[in-house]
DNA sequence: ATAATTGTTCCGTCTCATGGAACGGTGAAC
DNA sequence: GTTCACCGTTCCATGAGACGGAACAATTAT
């Protein structure tokens, strides 16, 4: 319960590390504005990354290296429902045309552990692993309604309900009753709450313990996603498309 | 030039992840039996990635955390020829059905940005991001054949030639001779020199400045990369698949 | 040429990371 | 049910080492 002690050094390295982020790389006196430490610091503190290949170095310019990347795949791989989540994704992607993702829950945030543009898919900015607030995005939502009623309390208790776009819905009985249409009609919709112009369906995806595996996501802008196929068609297919998913899991 | 002075909690910090990512998750005791430090020295430091995000905690078990993946998906998004390349691979994949991947070079080793099964591609544990000696592989080789001889010069120097398999190449002068004909004839060959069973063909491709971007690789069973389809017909698209890219990538 | 930045190294100071011991909780053994 | 063993976590005193500031080197701008 009690905010264990952390090490100070370590959080500074982190703060760098999320500058280069921030920035797609930096210099020593750019990271040093930013974060509140001497030069000096910040640049042991970037040796210290570079000797590991944490990042590399390009003239006075560090950035972050490849090994994250090793380490972000690794994490993806980890999960062993990644591969089955790659192709689900994928064919729902050449099916429909637009932009397809699988968002899963951790800390109370989203992830999307792997995403596809079909032919005609949108831009949205949605990276993988980048993370969001569950509340923003349709999959959030089908994920919360389906979370233990604790437990979302606790997310929402914790993260709060950020606004991102004017659409978001940030007021807590609001959203507990888009919660419970959710749950009733068994998936969700989100109009512009991440993204402006762009509307998605999303269902739950449950796993082998009837617990919640994460959710599946469609995105397309507005004009494409009205009428019919959107509001009936659409939801029936992922719906299929999810349990399927979850007979597949079951057997391995 | 001198080994600048490093920060050693950073050290263990960052040897910390490493146990988490060999492991893929341990316990505070399985941390402090490999890295050699105190039981609580390990969980002040898990402590500290937890609270950013770093590391998950599931029951006593720590393990890297979805915060890997969006450092990960940046590194690669930052890479602006990662669009092209995802494209490249995909249409290689599914016209070969075998396993395509595109490896880039970094501080003397390799790591694939972008790899993709076909419909037939065999297992092979390439991951993406994982890192590998350049001379163990098809692509490897044919970025060492078309560095500046120096370069390539000083990561033998700096790496030496660690077998992998009993086939890899762990003899310079060999591994010179091989280079020189990959140069003669423009593309790569491995045979079984990474994995056992595997053969894999290699081409290079270059950047705008006539640099080289990275390695292009298909790699299939024994069996199937023999004969004709492999030795002429295989290289002769790849070679063409790489000069489309170099023309695409020239006028952006 | 000079001045103004940059990254890097050096050094003395005192913070803070560390190991060890104590605590609390959980599960197995008997 | 009680005991024992082992886990993660917290506490504390101590000395290693992270820190800021100044000096130096190497560029780039004036």
Redesign the interface.
């Known amino acids: 319960m009690a905010?264990?002690?952390?090490?100070k050094?370590?959080?500074t390295?982190?703060e760098i590390?999320e500058v280069l982020?921030d920035r797609?790389?930096a210099t020593v006196t750019d990271v040093a504005d930013v974060v509140d430490v001497s030069k000096s610091t910040v640049?042991?503190?970037l040796?210290?990354?570079q000797?590991?290949?944490?990042v590399?170095k390009e003239g006075h310019e560090y950035?972050?290296?490849?090994?994250?990347?090793?380490?972000?795949?690794?994490?993806?791989?980890?999960n062993p429902i990644h591969k089955q989540v790659k192709s689900l994704v994928r064919n729902i992607a050449e099916e429909t045309g637009e932009f397809v993702g699988f968002l899963?829950e951790?800390?109370g945030?989203g992830?999307y552990?792997y995403s596809e543009w079909g032919s005609e898919g949108v831009g949205n900015d949605v990276?993988?692993?980048?993370?969001i607030h569950l509340h923003q995005s349709a999959a959030g939502k089908a994920i919360l309604a389906n979370l233990p009623e604790e437990r979302t309390a606790a997310i929402i208790d914790e993260h709060g309900l950020p606004e991102r776009t004017p659409k978001t819905i940030t007021d807590r009985e609001e959203l507990e009753r888009n919660l419970e249409t959710i749950r009733e009609r068994g998936y969700a919709y989100a109009h512009g709450e991440h993204t402006e112009g762009l509307w998605a369906v999303a269902v739950p995806v449950h796993d082998v313990n009837g617990g919640i595996a994460g959710g599946l996501l469609v995105v397309g802008p507005t004009y494409r996603m009205r009428g019919e196929q959107f509001e009936d068609e659409l939801p029936e297919y992922l719906l299929g498309a999810a349990k399927e998913f979850e007979l597949n899991m079951s057997h391995l």
Do not use: M, N, Q, W
């Open positions: 905010e264990s002690d952390t090490i050094s370590d959080e390295l982190l590390i982020y797609g790389g640049h042991r503190h040796a210290t990354l000797k590991h290949d944490y590399a950035a972050l290296g490849f090994r994250f990347l090793d380490l972000g795949g690794h994490v993806r791989h980890r899963v951790e800390h945030l992830t552990i990276r993988i692993g980048r993370r």
